[in-house]
């Protein structure tokens, strides 16, 4: 018996499991009636509970006194409860709760503040599950060991509300951070907010609907829209007297989805309602108010900002006019309202920035008025304004790079290296006369993408981050290929610059990198260089040398170095069928410790494969770059490499492979090297399923020359998965592997274990089987399979092509005539039975009444039967050119036989010669008994000897 063929405990013994599962979810349910509705919690939320006095706000808030029990139910409450002794005595009626439980109680929300004084989202919601399943226990106990129904305060679970209130704080802390909350964690927070009154007794106030208000603006699938939420919470706690700070969430959250008609609506409701409005939503009332054009009010709501809330003015000005910019900058054609609607708010920024010298300074206004400018009366302007406005300090080289990109006609007709730096001398000019400003390398960058034809006026009009993300896919030339001479002059630009003492950071290298790769003809030599040049400047600045020029950079992403500004070098290789600069290319950027994102990684590993030229190239490919650290999408390194689905396309990736040894032979994957990354995937945590092992078995048996050694080596490694539990589809693949491998006596040992562990079998096991059977003369075995089959009375397995493999076994074996038979008889009928079981059989083919397998066989002589999918069912024309064939080579056989025992002599009639075979008695049959089935078999073994 085969070690993975062992059916699990779990099945052996699962009788013994039940009653003790049936016990534990009986008690579940037990518990579940006695918890309280959702609904009468929520409606009760000002009954007073005897818990107030733990929370100062509740305290505060609760303004009943509670109510005492009917005297006459505790008088009478032993006559209904035997073991409650008469209370003859006062004692206190607060229900005991063992010592064990408590302990775990406590612990559990110890743990749970602990969480929560670490602020990780993962974990205090890891921990509130753990305080949930001590609170069931709890109560569960609690409730065991009272005479009388409890109410969930009663429970004595020591948590405090504050507890859970911190919790719901550092969760949507966590999402305003982040920006956005993710679906767990929007759960977690309902989930607090709904068992903080339904399991823990506590009452809601007005800080708890504050934060669940908020969950609903922040969430990135909310289950409720923020308008129904917050108008549901109002409906459901009526002495909650919603603020500006609540109106104001729902309102920002539509203005931010520009649903400024929902917003105004609602604006309205909270006017009517006499809430105060407070400076923040003041503030953004006055974004949707210009935004629908009603700019007098707009102003009025302006003027009403306190003087501490004037610069959230400005910026609300500032972000309009940009976003005004970009749509300007975007639209193909003029649009004259837009074009008005930016010249007033633009006049309304510097009206603003002239009226307070404190705003003066903004330079992030005085960008978005140059670039207004730009658009509406050409960079020209924009720089004549600059020079006005220009004072020690205001401008940095922020300021320079945009209005670079500001002058875009001119960037398009740089010719020269020279006029490129005359350009930038005269913007220079402008704003820094003086020459203060230390020009980097995104000032060059720009000058670099004008002189290789690489700009737009959409990308320049973007910020610079924005600006820098078009090339995040290593291609940059979207209008068209630079010319050999411009590429000439942007090396010269780049010699000039790196003279300055300008570092070769990758935002200065990568358009020129770029140009070189994606020319009609590459040249990688030259490419080669700049990356020499940028790594060896990289590892020989020191990294104080580098943090500095990082934090002088803020971080841009532009300056660190990842795999995609390499990316183009390594695509001219792929293009240029050059394995071995790709291969240096990688080894230089290992040595530099360059990481890889994962998804980067696992696309070069398949563009690298389709270039190798053997099996040894295609897996140094894969060690090369399985060496590499991996990173995320921010550049931060990360210990997590390749995922399950990476490998698993990986393993696909290189079973389609092939390279061809001889004339017409291409040898499979070597099993080591195939199979070293399948242990490379268990080394990393990544169990394989059994489809992977299938697939890999399905390879090596069906290749040109079925490999022994690969179906032998997986076995093996099938063996050492110990937690593996093998399903029929992996049994099947490998009985199938054994078989093409002609190694029938692993086959039969697999069989043997499947029927003595009374394992499930399918069509193909028998499929396999019996194809086994045919090629080694092993019939008996097979008629002993199919008498165990008739014994158990399990025809289910023997499907279409069970049957098929079975009569081809019988035609290997020399039984061609009972294959006959079988094919007519038992096979039709067999068939015919499990579709009317099974109720498969087509409308037309059924007909009106009731179905009978003789009903099916006496159709099925003129027409085809068919199931509901419009397969055949029965015999079809697989099945009768096989035994035509078979019918065929005998006849062949008897007819050199003959003409042997004739001495060479030929009669004058082939075909008499022939005879009545057993081909002809087959052809009438059929054309007999399946007459739609003849015209497209009638040909098979006419004329070709097999």
């Known amino acids: 018996m085969l070690p993975f063929l062992i059916p699990p405990s779990a099945l052996v013994r699962a009788s013994s499991h039940l009653a003790r599962r049936t016990q534990i979810r009986s008690k579940q349910q037990t518990y579940r009636l006695g918890r309280p509705s959702s609904s009468s919690a929520l409606i009760q939320n000002d009954s007073p509970t005897a818990r107030h006095d733990r929370d100062l706000e509740d305290r505060h808030e609760a303004g009943v006194t509670p109510a005492r029990r009917h005297r006459d139910r505790e008088a009478f409450s032993h006559f209904f409860d035997r073991r409650a002794p008469p209370p003859t005595a006062p004692t206190s009626s607060k229900p005991k709760v063992s010592h064990e439980i408590s302990a775990a ?130 409906a459901s706690h009526p002495y909650w007297k919603p603020n500006s700070s609540e109106f104001g969430m729902v309102i920002a959250y539509l203005e931010q989805n520009r649903s400024y008609a929902e917003a105004l609506e609602l604006w309205n409701e909270m006017l009517r309602l006499g809430v105060e409005v407070w400076d923040p939503l003041r503030d953004t009332m006055t974004q949707i108010l210009r935004a629908l054009n009603n700019t007098a009010e707009a102003d009025t709501l302006r003027q009403q900002l306190s003087p501490d809330e004037a610069h959230s003015g400005v910026h609300a000005l500032t972000s309009t006019v940009e976003e005004l910019c970009r749509i300007a900058a975007a639209s193909k054609r003029v649009d ?23 705003l003066a300074t903004d330079v992030s206004a005085w960008h978005a008025l140059l670039r207004c400018q730009a658009i509406v009366a050409g960079p020209a302007l924009a720089l004549q304004t600059a020079k006005q406005a220009a004072r020690p300090g205001l401008f940095d080289n922020g300021t320079l790079c945009m209005l670079l990109r500001l002058h875009v006609d001119e960037l398009n007709d740089l010719q020269s290296s020279d006029d490129a730096l005359d350009l930038l001398d005269r913007v220079q000019s402008a704003i820094d006369p003086k020459r203060t400003i230390q020009l980097d390398d995104q000032c060059y960058y720009i000058l670099m993408l004008g002189l290789l034809n690489m700009t737009s006026s959409e990308a320049f009009n973007q910020d610079a981050d924005l600006f820098a993300d078009r090339d995040s896919d290593g291609s940059l030339s979207t209008y068209g290929l630079p010319s050999p001479n411009q590429v000439r002059e942007a090396q010269l630009l780049f010699d000039y610059v790196r003279a300055l003492g300008v570092a070769p950071t990758p935002l200065l290298v990568k358009p020129l990198l770029t140009a070189y790769c994606e020319a009609f003809l590459p040249s990688l030599p030259s490419a080669m260089k700049l990356v020499q040049d940028l790594l060896d400047h990289e590892t020989s600045s020191s990294p104080s040398t580098r943090q500095t020029a990082t934090s002088a950079r803020c971080c841009s992403r532009t300056s660190a170095i990842g795999i995609s500004t390499f990316r183009p070098v390594l695509d001219a290789c792929i293009k240029l069928w050059d394995l071995a600069c790709a291969r240096d290319l990688l080894s230089r950027l290992h040595e530099a410790g360059i990481a890889i994102e994962r998804a980067q990684n696992i696309d070069l590993m398949h563009d690298l494969f389709s270039i190798t030229t053997s099996w040894p190239e295609a897996f140094s490919v894969y060690r090369t770059l399985s060496r590499f650290a991996t990173s995320t999408s921010s550049g931060a390194r990360t210990a997590q490499g390749l995922d399950k689905s990476d490998y698993i396309s990986l393993l696909q990736s290189l079973r389609t492979l092939t390279f061809p040894e001889g004339a017409h032979t291409a040898l499979p994957a070597p099993p080591e090297d195939l199979l070293g990354i399948v242990q490379d995937m268990r080394a990393v945590g990544h169990r394989p399923s059994c489809a992977v092992y299938t697939s890999i078995l399905d390879y090596y048996a069906k290749s040109a020359q079925p490999s022994f050694l690969g179906v032998r080596m997986t076995h093996d490694m099938l063996k050492r998965d110990e937690g593996l539990e093998p399903d029929l589809p992996l049994i099947n693949a490998l009985m199938n592997a054994y078989n093409r491998a002609d190694e029938p006596a692993m086959v039969l040992a697999i069989w043997d274990s499947l029927m003595a562990t009374r394992q499930e079998i399918d069509g193909v096991t028998l499929s396999v089987f019996f194809d086994t059977a045919g090629r080694h003369g092993l019939l008996s075995l097979a008629r002993k399979a199919v008498g165990t089959l008739r014994t158990i009375e399990d025809q289910g397995a023997m499907t279409k092509g069970a049957w098929d493999s079975w009569l081809e076994c019988l035609a290997r074996c020399g039984r061609l005539e009972e294959a006959i038979e079988v094919a007519f008889g038992e096979m039709r009928n067999a068939l015919f039975r499990q579709a009317i079981d099974a109720h498969d059989v087509d409308e037309a083919s059924a007909g009106e009444g009731a179905l009978t397998v003789t009903l099916l066989t006496v159709k099925s002589t003129q027409a085809p039967v068919k199931d509901r999918h419009g397969h055949v069912v029965g015999p079809d024309a697989k099945t009768m050119g096989t035994l035509l064939r078979f019918a065929a080579r005998e006849r062949d056989r008897r007819q050199k036989r003959l003409l042997g025992v004739l001495s060479g002599s030929t009669p004058d009639d082939p075909s008499r010669a022939r005879g009545t075979s057993i081909w002809h008695t087959l052809r009438a049959r059929i054309r007999e008994q399946l007459s739609w089935l003849y015209p497209h078999v009638k040909h098979i073994g006419e004329d070709t000897l097999l």
């Open 105 to 234: 109680s406590c612990r559990a929300v110890d743990a749970f503040r602990k969480a929560i004084s670490i602020r990780e989202p993962a974990a205090i919601i890891e921990a509130y599950q753990l305080v949930i399943q001590a609170h069931h226990r709890h109560a569960q106990d609690v409730r065991n060991s009272s005479s009388r129904d409890l109410d969930p305060f009663d429970i004595g679970f020591p948590i405090h509300k504050t507890d859970i209130q911190k919790a719901v704080h550092r969760l949507v802390k966590h999402a305003q951070r982040e920006g956005i909350m993710p679906p767990h964690i929007y759960e977690a927070c309902h989930q607090m907010f709904r068992d903080m009154t339904q399991l823990f007794g506590f009452r809601i106030a007005s800080t708890d609907l504050h934060r669940n208000l908020q969950t609903y603006c922040l969430a990135q699938e909310p289950t409720l829209h923020p308008c129904q939420a917050f108008e549901k919470l109002r």
């Open 336 to 358: 004259p309202k837009l074009m008005t609607k930016l010249r007033t708010h633009a006049t309304d920024l510097r009206k603003a920035l002239d009226s307070n010298p404190q």
